[in-house]
């Protein structure tokens, strides 16, 4: 360390406390950006989210996170008038993590999905007008002029790839005569398609190898061209019979453990082992968990339109129904024999899986506090009972939550078509795939929202000096890894609510588009220099997406006021609260 800044270690260590409570709100509030479509369409569990999000932030933010950091974000304003007060540009960066974490927090918990690298630039450039430094307005990559013109460049750009894509399974596969046997016929491409895009963005975002210009482009296209081959033959030879067995066989032992089984389970009787227990051989991703949800009350021309619980228990195979009124199994055609349910004049649909596939019902679950605390709330502190249940609580509630329903918006899901819930299965692993492909992008660009101040500081208290870049330590990239899953873990929850099914139905089919729109418009728009957001990109293909129903009432308009008007008020709040921050702490009397 520098002998000069020793007495200022005090502004390092508030710095490091901002720095912790900075990167576990991004996580809480930016990772379920990509998590969020697949939880909504229950392609994954909340769980299974939290376990995902903790190994491909890490990944992200370790193997693939910058090494060297800007110390200031997109150049917000110059370094150079701080050269002769090292401690002060410390404190600038100090002030800044604080008025990061600080509304990042707020945000997170009021549910507001907001763009962390917007809240780093408006604490900085709060930072930076409280210590009169000039601000970097001009229109130029990162300029403050950019970031707000983003607000309505990113949402547009990913709502049209997240639309094309959709629109492709939509009239490809989802409104064909027989859907499931053009799904299965085409879900290699688009899963090779995925894995494509996952090459190019390693490709162009791996810190150690070459770049795409280094590269070449015969070497470049080779490398995506051999990842697509390989997992177009790796999906024919191995999932196609493995979806055959389950989908179109219908057979409910089946396990993602019986996929290297590959041709052989074409045979009539495949070599099986440790088969599934259970009748359930595909989720219901269109359940409702109560009656709140569905538009029992819409009428067009004097009929009503109804609903999954208004409509007579669906014969299962053997004649029996489920003690709760609803059927176990569905029929093997839609309505309209295209797969999808019988649609209304006015484009409703009736809520109610089709496909000769066993489906279940999603059951609506107790929240945390009325499922582990109130057990026990009459017990003493010490009991044993009493202690292992807080001690769950505090682990899992965060994870534990339901955000997949969505009351009151009965009106609005019904406006989406239902689709074969079969079909519907194919394009989970393809959704999960994307999903991951979102996480690891965020872990190795959005790390340096909350590291960029720190290290900064960091830097300049070893160093004695002020400079642009900085050295990242693999160690700091190491925590910050960890702590992006870990808010997410805890507190995510509120900002998943706030996305997927709140905004429009969202179904594996639809959310894979949308997640793979956004990836495209990150990935593009890092090439290009352009400034966008994961969180605005998400948005726009959420729309985009649930526009394909040719229906402007199939979005919860409401919830994108709310969701674009946290987008304006990110930078003024969080350049405020640094602000403010700094401008004590120059001004304070010493003594």
């Not at 538009?295 to 109804?306: A, F, Q, R, S, W």
């Not at 960029?452 to 004695?464: I, K, Q």
Request: aromatic letters at 10%; proline letters at 6%.
């Amino acid at each position: 360390m520098a002998p000069a800044l020793q007495k200022y270690s005090w502004i390092l260590a508030l710095t490091t406390i901002a720095f912790v409570f900075s990167s576990a709100s991004n996580g809480a509030n930016d990772v379920a950006n990509s998590y969020a479509t697949s939880v909504a369409a229950r392609t994954l569990k909340m769980w299974h989210a939290g376990i995902l999000a903790c190994f491909t932030e890490f990944l992200g933010a370790v193997a693939l996170g910058a090494k060297v950091t800007s110390t200031i974000k997109s150049g917000v304003f110059g370094p150079d008038k701080f050269q002769p007060a090292p401690a002060t540009f410390m404190l600038v960066m100090g002030c800044a993590e604080v008025g990061s974490a600080t509304f990042l927090t707020i945000a997170t918990f009021y549910g507001m999905p907001v763009s962390t690298t917007q809240t780093v630039v408006g604490a900085l450039a709060g930072a930076g007008i409280a210590a009169q430094t000039p601000l970097k307005w001009a229109w130029s990559s990162g300029s403050l002029s950019q970031i707000a013109a983003s607000w309505a460049i990113a949402p547009l750009i990913s709502a049209g790839f997240g639309a094309a894509l959709f629109l492709t399974v939509k009239f490809l596969v989802l409104e064909r005569k027989d859907p499931l046997k053009w799904g299965m016929r085409l879900i290699p491409f688009y899963l090779a398609f995925t894995a494509a895009v996952l090459a190019l963005f390693i490709i162009a975002e791996l810190p150690d190898g070459e770049s795409l210009e280094e590269m070449g482009p015969g070497k470049a296209v080779g490398i995506i061209l051999g990842v697509f081959g390989a997992i177009l033959a790796f999906s024919y030879l191995f999932l196609v019979p493995y979806f055959h067995r389950k989908l179109v066989v219908a057979d409910a032992r089946m396990r993602a453990w019986h996929i290297p089984l590959g041709v052989l389970l074409y045979r009539e009787n495949p070599p099986l082992y440790y088969p599934g227990k259970g009748e359930h051989i595909v989720t219901d991703y269109y359940a409702k968990s109560s009656v709140d949800d569905q538009p029992n009350d819409l009428e067009k021309n004097g009929e009503k339109i109804k609903t999954r619980d208004e409509s007579s228990v669906l014969d299962t195979k053997d004649g029996a129904s489920s003690d709760n009124g609803i059927s176990s199994s569905v029929d093997a055609t839609g309505s309209n024999g295209n797969g999808t349910t019988g649609v209304a004049p006015r484009g409703l649909s009736v809520p109610a899986p089709r496909g000769n596939a066993v489906v279940h019902i999603v059951p609506s679950h107790p929240e945390p506090e009325e499922r582990w605390l109130k057990p026990v709330r009459d017990l003493p502190f010490y009991a044993p009972k009493k202690i292992w249940n807080w001690t769950k609580y505090l682990f899992l509630q965060g994870v534990s939550r339901d955000v997949v329903t969505q009351k009151n918006l009965g009106a609005v899901h019904a406006r989406a078509v239902v689709y074969d819930n079969r079909v519907e299965h194919l394009w989970t692993y393809a959704q999960v795939a994307s999903a991951m492909m979102m996480s690891i992008a965020h872990g190795s660009n959005d790390v340096a929202n909350a590291v960029g101040p720190w290290v900064a500081s960091y830097n300049t208290y070893e160093t004695g000096e002020v400079t642009p870049k900085a050295d990242t330590p693999i160690w700091i990239l190491i925590i910050a890894g960890l702590l992006l899953g870990i808010g997410f873990w805890i507190y995510g929850f509120n900002v998943m609510r706030s996305l997927g099914n709140k905004i429009t139905q969202v179904s594996p089919t639809r959310g894979f588009a949308m997640e793979l729109g956004a990836a495209i418009t990150v990935l593009l728009a890092s090439r290009l220099g352009l400034p966008v957001s994961t969180t605005q990109c998400l948005t726009g293909a959420t729309i985009g997406v649930a526009l394909c129903n040719f229906d402007v009432r199939a979005v919860n308009w409401k919830q994108i006021a709310f969701i674009f008007s946290s987008w304006i008020i990110t930078l003024p709040s969080a350049g405020l609260i640094s602000g403010l921050l700094m401008a004590m702490a120059l001004n304070t009397p010493h003594f």
